[in-house]
């Protein structure tokens, strides 16, 4: 069965910061991954996604990810964060075949102090 | 991009009786899923919500507890059966739509 890791549960940074959240997931056949982000008092929503190609991906607000295969790693990064960034980052997987289901971290709550 | 409402937002109830909870996608989407997200951890997958048919369950859940419904592409139900304080969660509907999932704004349930 699939598993998701993420490394850091709570992480205080402070403005300017740069940010790498890790993230590795067991699964031996072909995956699609993302990083999802929950903003104080809003819905989860996507920040970013690896399904095929670079594996250099970058999302919004200026949060990218790497995907390394041979360490089923895609560790999210932001060079300098800011106050806004403040969230909830969980980072998912979806297998590519039959369901289709995607199943998510434990979660990093990030603090941003400014 | 869809957008999924999802009621009740919250709710509380007594041990024992029954809740269900509604999620409308506004547009079509290919797949819908109900997650659980317990205080202070990660989301987990309760079932794929099959249009027309049985949900696809995750292991340790079962249809007596979580029955679910979508009898269409955009409308889908959750009950949670027979509820007992450990049932205490955010319930959260999603759908799969352009290579990603969209979220409800989830439902808080307290089991007294």
């Known amino acids: 069965a699939q598993s998701v890791s993420q490394h850091n549960h709570h992480v205080i940074l402070s403005e300017a910061a740069s940010l790498e959240l890790g993230c590795n997931y067991s699964y031996g056949g072909t995956v699609n991954l993302f990083w999802y982000v929950q903003y104080p008092g809003q819905h989860l929503q996507l920040l970013l996604k690896?399904?095929?190609?670079?594996?250099l991906v970058k999302g919004i607000k200026g949060f990218e990810a790497e995907f390394i295969k041979s360490k089923f790693s895609f560790n999210l990064r932001k060079p300098s964060v800011q106050w806004s960034d403040t969230a909830e980052y969980f980072c998912?997987?979806?297998?590519?075949?039959?369901?289709?289901?995607?199943?998510f971290g434990a979660g990093t709550r990030l603090f941003v102090k400014a | 991009s869809a957008v999924i409402s999802q009621k009740p937002s919250r709710d509380i109830c007594q041990r024992g009786t029954s809740l269900t909870i509604q999620c409308q996608v506004d547009s079509q989407v290919t797949m819908m899923f109900w997650y659980r997200q317990q205080p202070g951890q990660s989301l987990t997958l309760i079932a794929t919500?099959?249009?027309?048919?049985?949900?696809?369950?995750e292991s340790g859940f079962v249809i007596d507890k979580f029955p679910i419904s979508r009898p269409n592409l955009t409308f889908s139900t959750l009950t949670v059966s027979n509820m007992s304080p450990e049932d205490s969660s955010i319930y959260l509907c999603s759908g799969q739509g352009n290579e990603k999932l969209f979220f409800g704004s989830g439902t808080q349930l307290s089991v007294l």
């Open positions: 690896y399904f095929s190609g670079d594996p």
């Open positions: 998912a997987v979806r297998e590519d075949t039959g369901g289709f289901k995607t199943i």
């Open positions: 919500a099959n249009q027309g048919s049985e949900a696809t369950y």
